[in-house]
């Protein structure tokens, strides 16, 4: 009698469709998955003790690199964690402008996952069409925050900068364009017989089992679970905004692909909304000076030559426009405790330059009275929640980082076991595991 045993097959962390950053071990009967042992860790930084070295305006960097495809959610999480740790508002219109920015970012995620897992099943095209579409909303960030991908944009009690003059009718035209190539896009992979089949009940999971392991976002909602934390604990302007929040039924790779694709639409409805209701603000321009280029008023400032300040505006470079006092009050709170002072303030008085120092210096910065909060955001993934606890000094004491793709590589042995070695691609796919937000 011949005797059946079952192969022991690793697959990552070098395995292209693993991303460089997690290993399975899988035991195969012939194609058939019996088990799977998922091993991460592979891209951990630290980032919950880093963030407890350093100041709270500091942290924004590190916050980039957790889910590096949409960084701006990242930090909007942050900075309302803190902000509701100080008990502070910002104004309406840099509120209107987080929204507008995060959804941007998570169109950029969802058209990186659904692009990328597509490519990986062998559809090279919707791959190169969906980058194309992130293409021109990279473009757009890049207008905004100066950078494209680690762009560290938000600041606590507000931003870095405002929107750049022209940016509405731009950002309306890459909506249009994004909108024509998601029709394409659906075109080519929801009518497409192979891709259906590949997906059309992999990967399942069912609700029950989604909600016992604390899963979010649309790998949730594929189940028929509504949560969407801009609905259930609305943040900034969400509650003023309309969208529908997309579910599927069968909780499938297939579910999961269309929940993302309709997500995209309500993103750009809700981008179009922050462009049309979006206030202008409290921006002053009674300056009546010249303008003068920042490196010139350093100089300036160094030689005490600072007497025409007062009537003179600033021009900056990318990194730093927006900052300068005619945009300061429209998209940064009042309170001079939090928010570094408009440049021609830091270096046209001695009370702006005071108030500058008294921030970026250790055990002077921004300083949280003692206390403890959580505050969720809805990420790209799903519920992403910064829990800090602060002892009063200018750093926190503790960070933790709720991270969706956390629960839901947990689960993703269960939604493995009994599908085939090639549904693997698929379903790993369609968890849209992003290794920074996963390992930290």
């Known amino acids: 009698m011949s005797e059946t045993r079952s192969m022991l097959l690793n697959v990552g962390p070098s395995h292209p469709a693993m991303h460089g950053v997690v290993r399975l071990v899988m035991e195969l009967d012939g194609e058939k998955i019996k088990n799977v042992d998922v091993e991460i860790g592979y891209l951990h930084r630290a980032f919950e003790k880093m963030c407890e070295t350093v100041m709270y305006a500091q942290c924004f960097p590190y916050t980039d690199r957790l ?4 960084p701006l959610i990242n930090n909007v999480g942050f900075a309302l964690s803190v902000e509701k740790l100080l008990g502070i508002s910002i104004p309406e219109r840099a509120q209107y402008i987080r929204v507008l920015m995060s959804e941007i970012s998570r169109v950029t995620d969802h058209l990186t996952c659904i692009g990328a897992t597509a490519m990986e099943m062998g559809a090279m095209s919707v791959f190169l069409y969906m980058i194309k579409a992130r293409e021109f909303l990279y473009e757009l960030i890049e207008e905004v925050t100066g950078a494209r991908l680690t762009i560290s944009y938000v600041r606590i009690g507000g931003l870095k900068a405002d929107l750049p003059s022209g940016f509405t009718d731009k950002a309306f035209k890459k909506i249009a364009q994004v909108r024509k190539v998601l029709i394409e896009c659906d075109s080519l992979l929801t009518r497409n017989r192979i891709f259906f089949d590949r997906m059309k009940g992999i990967g399942r999971i069912s609700k029950e089992d989604a909600i016992s392991y604390g899963i979010t976002g649309p790998f949730l909602r594929s189940t028929g679970v509504g949560y969407d934390v801009r609905k259930a604990h609305p943040y900034l302007v969400y509650d003023k905004l309309d969208f529908e929040v997309p579910t599927g039924s069968t909780g499938d790779n297939l579910d999961r692909y269309f929940v993302r694709m309709a997500e995209m639409e309500q993103s750009l409805r809700l981008i179009e909304q922050c462009l049309v209701k979006m206030p202008d603000g409290a921006i002053a321009s ?3 000076g010249e303008i003068i280029p920042a490196s010139q008023m350093v100089d ?23 900052s300068t006092r005619k945009h300061h009050q429209a998209i940064n709170t009042s309170d001079k405790g939090v928010i570094l002072p408009a440049k021609e303030n830091t270096y046209g008085n001695i009370e702006g330059l005071m108030n500058h120092f008294k921030l970026v210096m250790y055990g002077h910065g921004i300083q949280p009275p003692v206390g403890e909060v959580y505050r969720p955001v809805e990420g790209a993934n799903g519920e992403l929640g910064f829990y800090i606890v602060s002892d009063g000094r200018d750093e926190p004491w503790r960070v933790r980082v709720h991270s969706p793709c956390f629960a839901i590589m947990a689960a993703l042995p269960q939604c493995l076991i009994g599908d085939k070695m090639a549904d693997l691609i698929p379903t790993f796919g369609s968890v849209n595991m992003i290794a920074g937000e996963l390992d930290r």
């Open 67 to 70: 889910n590096y495809v949409s």
């Open 286 to 288: 009674d300056l009546t």
């Open 300 to 322: 300036m400032a160094k030689l005490g030559e600072t007497e025409n300040f007062i009537e003179d505006e600033v021009s900056l470079d990318p990194t730093l426009e927006g």
